[in-house]
T-cell receptor, first 112, second 117 residues
Framework: LAKTTQPISMDSYEGQEVNITCSHN???????ITWYQQFPSQGPRFIIQ???TKVTNEVASLFIPADRKSSTLSLPRVSLSDTAVYYC?????????????FGKGTKLSVKP | GAVVSQHPSWVICKSGTSVKIECRSL??????MFWYRQFPKQSLMLMAT?????????EQGVEKDKFLINHASLTLSTLTVTSAHPEDSSFYIC?????????????FGSGTQLSVL
């Protein structure tokens, strides 16, 4: 199971771009990378998912280098409402065992 | 997108009673559901993997007789905390895996805050 490592916390200001990097050195061929956002007392919410290179959706971009040993979540122009904990998860594509282990996550604090 | 409904959102119970938490996938079938617990300011801890029609797989250190999991249908999994004690007070979250032709995604319920008095 690929273990993930992220910074414990990050601070930013409204309007800035925020990049959160996650390390997953022992990612397997069938693994893909997913990022989740969690607000206090709520379940995590899916943000973005990718396997390699770059993925972009309406809320974020995900950059994955060729060796796939890390990934970077990019949040453009953050607002106060983006203050949350962000988790990267390495999930096994097509795997039936589905042992999805969360790391400690990154607590992002956006200030005015 | 896919929706996972979890009920109740919060529950307060007396020590020694049992509490059941339901997790439903509303618009997709989930052969696999997952149960997590989360203490304040900590990450989610996987408790067990629930497979439809078979016994759940529990993580090390999780008492299967205390945390009963039933996954009787493709859209419903339940977690029963039996003989709850104050140390069982926590935030419990379920998730379900949605599989499409192109990818797999994990969708989470809104969580259940359990307080045992």
């Amino acid at each position: 199971l690929a273990k993930t490592t992220q910074p414990i916390s990050m601070d930013s200001y409204e309007g800035q771009e925020v990049n959160i990097t996650c390390s997953h050195n022992n990612i397997a061929t069938n693994d893909y990378i997913t990022w989740y956002q969690q607000f206090p007392s709520q379940g995590p919410r899916f943000i973005i998912q990718g396997y390699k290179t770059k993925v972009t959706n309406e809320v974020a971009s995900l950059f994955i280098p060729a060796d796939r040993k890390s990934s970077t979540l990019s949040l453009p122009r953050v607002s106060l409402s983006d203050t949350a904990v962000y988790y990267c998860l390495v999930e096994n594509y097509g795997g039936s065992q589905g042992n999805l282990i969360f790391g400690k996550g990154t607590k992002l604090s956006v200030k005015p | 997108g896919a929706v996972v409904s979890q009920h109740p959102s919060w529950v307060i119970c007396k020590s020694g009673t049992s509490v059941k938490i339901e997790c439903r996938s509303l618009d997709f079938q989930a052969t696999t559901m997952f149960w997590y617990r989360q203490f304040p300011k900590q990450s989610l801890m996987l408790m067990a993997t629930s497979n439809e029609g078979s016994k759940a797989t529990y993580e090390q250190g999780v008492e299967k007789d205390k945390f009963l999991i039933n996954h009787a249908s493709l859209t419903l999994s339940t977690l029963t905390v039996t003989s709850a004690h104050p140390e069982d007070s926590s935030f419990y979250i379920c998730s379900a895996r949605s599989i499409s032709e192109t990818n797999e995604k994990l969708f989470f319920g809104s969580g259940t805050q359990l307080s045992v008095l």
